[in-house]
C-alpha cells in the first residue's frame, strides 16, 4: 500500500497499478485501465464494508471452491497478524457498480481481521460514484 500512496504522491497512481498487476499477471484488467475512460483515479481509506465481491465461494460471477477460497485468505490472514503490508483494493464501476476487481481475498481477510477501512484505489467512469467515494472517504 506504501508504494501506491507514494505513487499516487508523484502523480503516478496509474503507472503503479498496471506495473502491479502486469506483476500479478492480470494483463486482462491492466488493459481495461488503459483502454477505459476514467473520470477519477485516486487512492483512499475506504469502508471495506461499502464494496462488493466479485470472487469467492458465494459469488455466483467468479465462484470459487471454497478450499480453494480458504486456503488464500488463511494465507493473507497470516500476513496480517505478521504485520505486513499489503496491496490496495482496486475497485471500478466501469462495468457494474464499485465491484472489487482486484483484492477479493484481501478483503475478505481484513474483515476477518477486524479491519473495517482499507486503502483502496478507484477508477471510476461514474460521476455519483465519483460523490459516494468522496463522502465515505477517511
Do not use: C
Not at 500500500?1 to 508523484?10: D, F, P
Not at 475497485?91 to 465491484?99: A, I, K, Q, Y
Not at 482486484?102 to 460514484?129: C, K, M
Request: charge should be neutral; proline fraction near 4%; charged fraction near 30%.
Amino acid at each position: 500500500t506504501q508504494a501506491a500512496i507514494s505513487a499516487h504522491q508523484k502523480g503516478k497512481l496509474h503507472e503503479w497499478v498496471q506495473e502491479y498487476l502486469l506483476n500479478e499477471g492480470n494483463v486482462g484488467l491492466a488493459r481495461a485501465f488503459r483502454e477505459e475512460r476514467a473520470i477519477m483515479v485516486d487512492i483512499v481509506e475506504f469502508p471495506l464494508s461499502l464494496l462488493k465481491k466479485i470472487e469467492g465461494p458465494e459469488e455466483p460471477s467468479a465462484r470459487q471452491p471454497l478450499d480453494v477460497w480458504e486456503q488464500r485468505v488463511t494465507k493473507i490472514e497470516k500476513i496480517i497478524k505478521a504485520g505486513k503490508d499489503l496491496p490496495p483494493i482496486i475497485v471500478t464501476d466501469f462495468w457494474r457498480s464499485l465491484e472489487i476487481v482486484d483484492g477479493n481475498h484481501r478483503h475478505e481477510a481484513l474483515i476477518r481481521n477486524g479491519v473495517e477501512n482499507f486503502w483502496t484505489i478507484f477508477f471510476l467512469s461514474n460521476e455519483i460514484n465519483k460523490d459516494l467515494v468522496k463522502k465515505h472517504s477517511k
